[in-house]
């Protein structure tokens, strides 16, 4: 028995070779066509704007297209609540309790499907 590590990988990468030769890339996943659409550019633009922790854009399960902003400033929160409105994008605030807010901002993608 041979103990050559080398041997070992390269085997190994020979198996894992079609992953990547063969897989869809991450630009060709379904919630990831298309644009992000100006609406989400610009309430991330605008959210770079105030005291906020973190920023997250994601498709939800029905194929909406989301936003998470997360904060502990209340008053930030209210105020990209606003923005949001006037962009035209759903929000849904959640406040844990630890007062940390998160404020999801829902546009529906034209190519998003619902659970049946």
């Known amino acids: ?58 498709g939800g399960y029905k194929g909406d297209l989301l936003v998470e902003i997360t904060t502990m400033d209340p008053s930030v929160a209210k105020s990209i609540e606003n923005i949001a409105k006037i962009l035209g994008i759903e929000t849904v605030t959640q406040q844990d309790v630890l007062s940390v807010f998160r404020i999801f901002c829902i546009t529906p993608s034209s190519e998003g499907y619902d659970l049946k």
């Open 1 to 58: 028995m041979d103990n050559n590590p080398s041997e070992e990988i390269e085997e190994n990468s020979e198996n894992n070779e079609g992953i990547w030769s063969n897989g869809k890339s991450i630009s060709q996943l379904e919630s990831s066509e298309g644009s992000m659409g100006d609406e989400r550019k610009e309430i991330i633009r605008r959210a770079l704007e105030f005291d906020i922790i973190d920023i997250r854009t994601y």
